[in-house]
Each structure stands twice: as C-alpha cells, then as structure tokens.
C-alpha cells in the first residue's frame, strides 16, 4: 500500500540534479580540480538512486529497476562524493590510485548485483529491499564501500570543519562543513533502517541529508560579509581615485 512517505524520493530526485547541475556548473566556471566534477557525479547518482524509488512508488516493482536502485543506492549513494574530498586530502596520485581501487570494487559488487537471482515471494510491489535478492552475501558489499564514504565524506567534513574554527575569516565554512557531514550521516542512518525493513526510513533521510549538504555547501562558497564589503569599498573607491 502506498502511503505518503512513498513520494518523497520524487522531490529528493528533483533535488539531487538541480543540485548536481550547480556544482557541475562551478566546475566547468572554476576548473579548479576533479572534486567538483566527483560531486557532481555523485549528486546525479544520488538522484538516479532515489529516482528508481520514486519509479517503484509510481509504477511498481520492477527487476531493472531494483537492481539500478541497489547499484546506484547501495553502492554508489555515497562513495563518489567522498571521493571528490579525497582529492581535496590528498595529493593527485593518491587520489587517482583510490579512485582506481573504489571502482575496481564498485564493479565487482555491481556485477554481483546483475547476476543474483531474485526471490519473487519477498517482492513488494511498490517497495524496494536488498532482502529478495537470493544471493544475501552480496549486500555484504555495501557496508565497506560505504564506511570507505563515511570516513572520507564525513570525516573529511569534520576535519575541514575543525581546520576552519581556528579563523575567524573562514567561520562561515565550518558551519558549512558541519552541514554536509551530518547530512551524511542521514542517509547511513537510514540505509541501517532498511536491513530492518524500514524503508520508509531511508526515504526521508535521504531527502533531509541532501538538503542538509545543500545548505553547507552554499555556506561553504558563500563570501564572507567581511570581505563583501572589502569588495564594495574598493568598487567605490575606484571612481574617485581615477
């Protein structure tokens, strides 16, 4: 039956790729490094993940379906954004060599993913479960693939956020920081949910950590009050020293 809480992932996607298409669009402005490129790939499969939910809620349960939502959800919910901090914590090689390694095992899982049989009996029709896949080991994939980014989204977030209190000047992205890494939180709160069975769970998490994130890293590129009006007295000086 569907209930209310079945929706959300429609605005959560609608959220995602607006979200995704702003930092893609940093990126192509800035051209200041992969990162940007990194998060912007993982917003848009953040909204591919909670758009096979929002198919599910509105169309019913689908093989293809499920199995997009497991990959794109389960698999790769959060590793690409923590791995565009990884090369903001790293130096170039190191990073390329972690990415290497995260999408050799995203791979492998993944294809684990295509060939599991699945068990129709645990099939509800409009929600999703890793529970009817037959071949249960593969979900032990995920929880290392996503403690890889827990470590790098949420500690990289703390760090930066510890890092940013020692001056005043860059306060602002503490705070920011302090946003994404409990946004991502959210989600891993709520994918714990789902291997109870919780589903619903899960839907509203993701929605409120990808606002969450959103809001930190507005606050994370924001300029300062104090350099604005910097800014706006050398604006208005100008004129008069010509």
């Known amino acids: 039956m569907r209930e209310p809480v079945h929706f959300v992932p429609i605005v ?11 930092v893609y669009r940093r990126y192509r402005e800035r051209q200041s490094g992969p990162h940007l490129l990194w998060w912007s790939i993982g917003l848009l499969l953040y909204g591919v993940g909670t758009g096979t939910e929002a198919a599910t809620t509105l169309f019913g349960w689908n093989q293809g379906v499920f199995r997009a939502w497991y990959i794109a959800g389960a698999l ?17 090689r190191a990073a390329d060599r972690m990415a290497v390694a995260l999408l050799a095992v995203v791979a492998v899982a993944a294809l684990c993913v295509l060939l599991t ?20 080991w593969v979900r ?31 306060y602002h992205r503490m705070v920011g ?31 409120a950590g990808l606002m969450l994130i959103w809001m930190g890293y507005r606050w994370n590129v924001r300029t300062p009050v104090a350099r604005r009006a910097a800014r706006g007295a050398a604006i208005t000086a100008a004129p008069e020293a010509t």
């Open 140 to 170: 032990a994939f995920s929880p290392f693939i996503n403690l890889y980014a827990a470590i790098f989204l949420i500690g990289g977030a703390v760090l930066s956020a510890v890092r940013f209190s020692r001056k005043r000047g860059t």
């Open 76 to 92: 790769l919910g959060g590793a690409p954004l923590a791995q565009g901090t990884v090369y903001l914590l790293f130096s170039r």
């Open 177 to 207: 920081n302090i946003m994404i890494a409990t946004g991502a939180l959210l989600p891993g709160i709520g994918g714990t949910a789902t291997r109870f069975g919780h589903v619903e769970v899960l839907y509203v998490t993701e929605l």
């Open 12 to 22: 959560t996607t609608v959220v995602a790729i607006a979200f995704s298409l702003v």
């Open 117 to 136: 049989p699945i068990n129709y009996g645990l099939v509800e029709s409009h929600r999703l479960s890793g529970r009817v896949m037959e071949w249960q």
